[in-house]
């Protein structure tokens, strides 16, 4: 028969509500109460019932974490595990528990959903990507439940709390950062553009060829699907234009780490033949070889940021909606090369 509060509290020779205060730390009992109260719980292997409590309290201490994909194939990229880790860290702080998404189609994450806000699971929701005419994050803000995005919505920006980097900037920069090497024929490569993320660093990277007079040319954009269905052939052809690029904006590292497979595969050199740039500045890019250019985003500043807008969203349901902007930096490596003449 399991153990319950009052059988403590006659243990103890207290009462039900002075083991609840104890349970809660409260600071009126005294250390000493608290002391004998907490061996007697450990002595008879009680376990307070937090759910109950939380939902009196009508609190879960728990928050929603919503990946765009399902955990299997999110944790293959670097980038979740490390902005996890940025928010469970503030999590732990604030001794608030983590409710990861499981669901493997955009359905099945927008039910999961769903039954997190109706089932009050979780006290606030932290989407980890923002996506073109999203459904989930529609459903939030019409609930008006508390939630916060890493990355920048495509709608009702003013309205909605997220962290990001400014991801049209650093594609500039990196663009800008190649022109100064002597580059001009740049391609870009990867990133599914119903991600706001994917769509801001493409407009970057054409926002930075227009600065320096040189026009877009489609020829040099290999999108997200052809590089998934057949990124050898989709590179391969690339580099057998009449004018092929000298130098390659890889969407994130786990693209440029592709790129730089196939490239070997046909025997094309980095940087000797064309150099690779890229972003998210993932643990395993200064060991590649050769290690890689990448622009360093801050994953973990982003979970630390994005949770601690969610617990001042779940606290002030009224405020106005906050945006932060992590800061970036280029990691320069050695796998870009100048063209330019000694």
Do not use: W
Not at 92 to 118: D, P
């Amino acid at each position: 028969m399991a153990v319950t509060i009052i059988d403590v509290a006659r243990e103890a020779n207290v009462s039900p509500s002075t083991v609840s205060r104890v349970i809660a730390d409260h600071p009126r009992i005294s250390e000493k109460t608290k002391k004998k109260v907490r061996e007697v719980m450990e002595r008879m292997h009680y376990y307070p019932n937090f759910q109950a409590r939380n939902l009196a309290a009508r609190t879960t201490q728990t928050i929603g974490v919503v990946m765009a994909n399902s955990a299997t194939l999110a944790f293959q990229n670097p980038f979740f595990p490390e902005v996890i880790r940025g928010i469970s860290t503030t999590a732990h702080a604030c001794q608030l528990g983590l409710y990861l998404s499981t669901g493997g189609t955009e359905e099945e994450i927008f039910q999961e959903v769903v039954a997190m806000v109706q089932g009050r699971k979780v006290d606030g929701v932290i989407l980890l990507y923002s996506r073109v005419d999203d459904k989930t994050l529609n459903y939030l803000r019409e609930m008006k439940f508390p939630f916060t995005i890493v990355g920048r919505p495509y709608d009702f920006e003013n309205q909605i709390d997220f962290v990001d980097n400014d991801n049209k900037q650093i594609a500039k920069d990196v663009v800008n950062y190649l022109m100064d090497l002597g580059h001009r024929e740049i391609a870009f490569i990867g990133g599914d553009v119903r991600f706001v993320v994917s769509a801001d660093r493409l407009e970057g990277y054409r926002a930075a060829l227009e600065d320096h007079q040189l026009k877009y040319q489609e020829k040099y954009f290999i999108h997200d699907f052809a590089f998934e269905q057949d990124g050898k052939e989709a590179i391969r052809q690339l580099m057998e234009e009449e004018q092929p690029p000298t130098a390659l904006v890889a969407h994130d590292d786990s693209v440029a780490y592709e790129i730089i497979r196939y490239l070997e595969q046909l025997e094309i050199r980095v940087p000797e033949d064309v150099s690779i740039i890229s972003f998210n500045n993932h643990a395993l890019s200064e060991h590649v070889k050769p290690p890689l250019t990448s622009v360093d985003i801050n994953i973990f500043e982003l979970g630390i940021q994005a949770t601690e807008l969610l617990l001042k969203r779940i606290k002030q349901p009224e405020s106005e909606a906050s945006h932060q902007f992590v800061d970036t930096t280029l990691i320069v490596r050695d796998s870009c090369q100048s063209l330019n003449p000694r």
